[in-house]
């Protein structure tokens, strides 16, 4: 089983719409890091989140770290096109951040 | 220019047939990365090396070797390429005292 489970597995949304992706960890986090991939393209980096209740906004995209529950959630305010994409969460699962584990992703879709 | 450039972007070869991915990098960074992605499963990791000297084990690394040629390079082998191993692979690299991985483009290889 994954060590790290986002949920949805795929999302599709109107356009202006608001959403949500979670990031669940089987074990204690250590750094939650979230990345968008563009279909058959490389990760982009987007947040970082280390501190249990850290939140951290770019642009329209908020991301929030709750330590207690091992759950990240990343929130999308009024989705656009150029939101679509493959959203994975990637952790560091021991206190090195050395062993890096990641998510199976979050396949959005923005229809316009 | 892209700072993490992987070779070549595509590629389709025969079981058993001899395979190597290369990775360079401009960022200067002294940890490198190599992952696999398949569908359903995220990213995992094969090896990573944290200088040229330096070189480790991942999740799934049975199959693969690696050569860190200099700090810029990084090179991943398929020694008799077997058809399970097609799959999408990602280079990526960190910087010491820094978490964040930049990735390359991804390299999609098929075995047949």
């Known amino acids: 089983s994954q060590e790290l489970e986002q949920s949805p597995q795929s999302l599709i949304v109107q356009e202006g719409k608001n959403l949500t992706i979670n990031c669940t960890s089987s074990?204690?986090?250590?750094?939650l890091y979230w990345y968008k991939q563009k279909y058959g393209e490389g990760l982009i980096f987007l947040m970082m989140l280390q501190k249990g209740g850290e939140e951290k906004s770019h642009e329209k995209i908020t991301a929030k770290l709750d330590e207690k529950k091992q759950q990240s959630s990343l929130h999308i305010t009024a989705s656009q096109p150029s939101h679509a994409g493959i959203y994975l969460c990637?952790?560091?699962?021991?206190?090195?951040?050395?062993?890096?584990?990641f998510g199976a992703g979050t396949r959005l879709t923005v229809k316009p | 220019d892209a700072d993490v450039t992987q070779t070549p972007r595509n590629r389709i070869t025969k079981t058993g047939k001899r395979i190597m991915l290369e990775c360079s990098q401009t960022k200067g960074h002294d940890r490198m990365y190599w992952y696999r992605q398949d569908p359903g499963l995220g990213l995992q990791l094969i090896y990573y090396?944290?200088?040229?000297?330096?070189?480790n084990k991942g999740e799934i690394s049975d199959g693969y070797s690696v050569s860190r040629q200099a700090q810029a390079k990084f090179s991943l082998s398929l020694e008799s390429a077997i058809p399970n191993q097609t799959a999408l692979y990602f280079c990526?690299?960190?910087?010491?005292?820094?978490?964040?991985?930049?990735f390359g483009p991804g390299t999609r290889l098929t075995v047949l």
């Open positions: 090396s944290f200088d040229v000297k330096d070189i």
């Open positions: 074990k204690t986090l250590y750094g």
């Open positions: 990526a690299t960190s910087d010491l005292g820094h978490n964040e991985q930049f």
């Open positions: 990637g952790a560091g699962l021991l206190n090195n951040n050395n062993d890096m584990r």
